[in-house]
């Protein structure tokens, strides 16, 4: 869709393919993008750019197997992020949800898997995630590159809270709040969740669970009641 709007939305419960699945260009709006048990195969599988927004949800219950899974860049929105099915992002430096440049998801939700090489959710350049991620029980949220995290917020980057009843496992942090990661890249100043850490599952990574860089801040509580660690990045 370019400079388009949809006002019923999208559903997918088959096979799409192509360099990126469904695109959003130029301002485009959406009232919902649901890939209702269908596959999305592309570079990236869902990706809202320059300043294009899903008033209400996307929803995945199917399969996105791509570089990069969700992309939202360019000051582009949606109200959420709900996965129950799998995304998974194959290439080094890939995530599977990737917010950059500004813009902003409502909340994430994950009862599925999140799998990333480099990062299972990253965030960059003064995006955020105004209300809360919540990983459930069911839900693992992971990557597997040894300088990567699960979840990690850089350059100015803002959650609200972070809730985890299930796996978060990154190869070097959990959860990964820097300056500025170096790769993939970012811009500057530090990132933060303006609430609570609450974890009642596994937080892990080689190095640390929860990592804080120089600048970054959890103005809230970290509330662990299984296992966690807290430390500063390696």
Known sequence: VDGGSVTGGIVNSGTITGGRGIALVNGSIVDDINNAGGTISAA??????????????????????AAT???????????????????????????????????????????????????????????????????????????????????????????GSITNHGVIAGGSGGIWLSINTGSPTGGFGGSSVTGDITNTGIISGSSTGIALGSGSSIDGSIVCCYRSSVGTPA
């Open 69 to 159: 899974g969700i992309r939202l860049s360019s000051a582009s929105s949606a109200g959420s992020i709900s996965n129950s099915g799998i995304i998974t992002a194959s290439s080094n430096g890939s995530a599977g949800i990737r917010l950059s440049s500004g813009s902003t998801v409502g909340s994430v939700s994950n009862s599925g898997t999140i799998f990333g090489v480099y990062n299972g959710i990253y965030l960059s350049r003064s995006s955020s995630v105004t209300g809360a991620i919540t990983n459930e029980a069911t839900g693992t949220i992971a990557a597997s590159s040894g300088s990567g995290a699960a979840i990690l917020l850089s350059s100015g980057s803002t959650v």
């Open 44 to 65: 990236v599988g869902i990706h809202l750019a320059t300043g294009s927004s899903v008033t209400g949800g996307i929803v995945n219950s199917g399969l996105i197997t």
